[in-house]
């Protein structure tokens, strides 16, 4: 049975900012703008500068400032690694 959400972790190279449940992540990559629902196809993106977005199961919005870095999908899993990750 598929999930009906993504798991979620934010980290820096000094510690996890954020993890949890959520039901879509945008963020900007080298190759644009992407957005993440459930059941995406994997991928590994490179970030760039800029806010990363995500909806959480609860139906609220959580922003982080991104340095650069890298996002990761597989099997409703999203691991975003910052250079800096800051909440907004």
């Known amino acids: 049975m598929a999930s009906s959400v993504l798991t979620v972790e934010v980290v820096s190279p000094e510690k996890r900012v954020w993890s949890g449940e959520a039901t ?19 991928l590994l993106g490179v970030l760039v500068p800029g806010v990363v977005s ?22 409703n899993r999203v691991s975003i690694l910052g250079e800096e990750a800051t909440p907004n």
């Not at 879509?24 to 994997?42: E, K, N, P």
């Not at 919005?61 to 099997?75: L, P, R």
């Open 54 to 75: 995500i909806k959480t199961a609860d139906g609220s919005k959580t922003d982080f400032d991104m340095a650069g870095g890298f996002i990761s999908v597989n099997k």
């Open 24 to 42: 879509s992540v945008s963020a900007r990559t080298l190759d644009g703008d992407i957005g993440i629902l459930v059941d995406h196809i994997s």
